[in-house]
């Protein structure tokens, strides 16, 4: 079993849709999450960090369910720049900043 | 702007020459810093852990003889792919923490390595 699963995509979506993306981890002492950006052939960028109680960024909402070991994303009024890969990104342990990264949704976001 | 530079972006060469990789931190020290690879359509795979001062730490599967990493500075870790061969071509990528234990990480551009 992989650390971090992705569904790989791709999610083709219109312009102001709103799209899930999930993802498991199998580490249960992973104590750090993300959600990273990477547009083709460029390094990954943050997005935003999930927090338990779940955080919202503009139109990006995280949620994290440890028990689960699950988080998710949500992006609410698609723009054609957010046409990306959005990668689920899992500290290995606690007290580490080894990250492990998933493989990635690809958003194809069209007018 | 950039926290974290790595240079050279882009690499071709002939198969069996070495290739090195220099990532800096420009406006903080950086006493760890990651080296990862990525292949296409694939995630991000940590290579090495890069320690200011001492050796480099490997992932398992990765040969430390021919992936040599130094980290001789607070502010600089080098990457060394030896002997390179075809198999080798890669997106190669640094990370590294503003200070141990802060996520999330900078990451520099990444360099994109292509073996004849």
């Known amino acids: 079993r992989k650390e971090v699963e992705q569904d790989p995509g791709p999610f083709n979506v219109p312009e102001g849709a709103t799209v899930a993306f999930n993802c498991t981890y199998s580490n249960s002492a992973s104590q750090s999450f993300f959600w990273y950006r990477q547009d083709c052939r460029k390094e990954p960028k943050l997005l935003m960090s999930?927090?338990?109680s779940g955080n919202e960024d503009g139109r990006f909402t995280a949620q994290l369910n440890r028990a689960s070991q699950y988080i998710s994303l949500l992006i609410r009024d698609s723009k054609l720049s957010d046409s990306a890969t959005y990668l689920c990104?899992?500290?290995?342990?606690?007290?580490?900043?080894?990250?492990?990264f998933g493989t990635g949704t690809r958003l194809q976001v069209f007018p | 702007g950039a926290v974290v530079s790595q240079h050279p972006s882009r690499v071709i060469c002939k198969s069996g020459t070495s290739v090195k990789i220099e990532c800096r931190s420009l406006d903080f020290q950086a006493t760890t810093m990651f080296w990862y690879r990525q292949f296409p359509k694939q995630s991000l795979m940590l290579m090495a852990t890069s320690n200011e001062g001492s050796k480099a730490t490997y992932e398992q599967g990765v040969e430390k003889d021919k992936f040599l990493i130094n980290h001789a500075s607070l502010t600089l870790s080098t990457l060394t792919v030896t002997s390179a061969h075809p198999e080798d071509s890669s997106f190669y990528i640094c990370?590294?923490?503003?200070?141990?234990?802060?996520?999330?990480?900078?990451f520099g551009d990444g360099t994109r390595l292509s073996i004849l």
């Open positions: 999930v927090y338990s």
């Open positions: 990104v899992v500290s290995r342990g606690p007290n580490t900043d080894k990250l492990i």
């Open positions: 990370s590294a923490p503003r200070s141990p234990g802060n996520q999330p990480q900078h």
